[in-house]
């Protein structure tokens, strides 16, 4: 039986496509997530793409009973990746990073939470958005872009915290969009590879010898 992998995250998870005129879907194999699901490699593993357009990371009771249902109706789950704070950090009036890994901070806290996670904070796998190119749309949003690059440090610092794996997507140099957001084809495919890597050194280890 194969183990499960939740993938929570927004757009660039879901696999939306910014070339599509009013906006669409890559093919699900075009996808990361897609691409993870169909590497022989991981085959031992199922990976549910739980992307949505425009999600942000959950704050409200909602949301955060809609993530613990999803979690609760997919476990036993061996993995939870959560890549989520770009639709966060374009809704600031002021771009301030400090201000979405506070948000993440909490997200996590609940999530550790969880009875499939509590347990064992290995169960997740946190990553740090892709970079923004926002300034090429309007290169008075230099700021937006700025505070984007700093995803990597301020989300590892988190992991360290809270003793979970983590993975700077960020530094993998992913081809974007005209819109300077969402991920290429081809930024796909580098994402599911650079994953890859990542996932069979987490994946491939018995749960109860897993080491952060």
């Not at 999600?55 to 979690?71: G, N, Q």
């Not at 650079?194 to 050194?201: A, F, G, R, T, Y």
């Amino acid at each position: 039986m194969q183990e499960r992998v939740l993938c929570y995250g927004d757009s660039n998870t879901y696999g939306y496509d910014a070339a599509v005129y009013f906006g669409g879907r890559f093919p699900e194999a075009q996808t990361w997530v897609g691409r993870l699901n169909a590497d022989p490699e991981l085959a031992a593993f199922q990976f549910i793409n739980f992307g949505e357009n425009g999600r942000c990371i959950p704050d409200d009771s909602w949301s955060l009973v809609e993530l613990r249902e999803t979690v609760q109706r997919f476990a036993p789950l061996r993995l939870i990746t959560v890549m989520l704070g770009s639709n966060d950090l374009l809704s600031l009036r002021r771009p301030r990073i400090e201000a979405v890994a506070g948000k993440m901070d909490t997200l996590l806290t609940y999530l550790l939470h969880l009875p499939a996670v509590s347990e064992n904070p290995s169960r997740l796998l946190l990553i740090a958005p892709p970079r923004t190119q926002i300034t090429r749309m309007d290169p008075y949003l230099s700021a937006f872009d700025e505070a984007a690059a700093q995803f990597g440090l301020a989300y590892r610092q988190l992991a360290d915290t809270y003793k979970v794996y983590f993975a700077d997507a960020g530094s993998w140099n992913l081809p974007l969009a005209q819109d300077g957001v969402h991920l290429t084809e081809k930024a796909h495919e580098i994402f599911a590879s650079e994953m890859k890597k990542i996932l069979l050194n987490i994946l491939r280890q018995p749960e109860e010898e897993d080491q952060l």
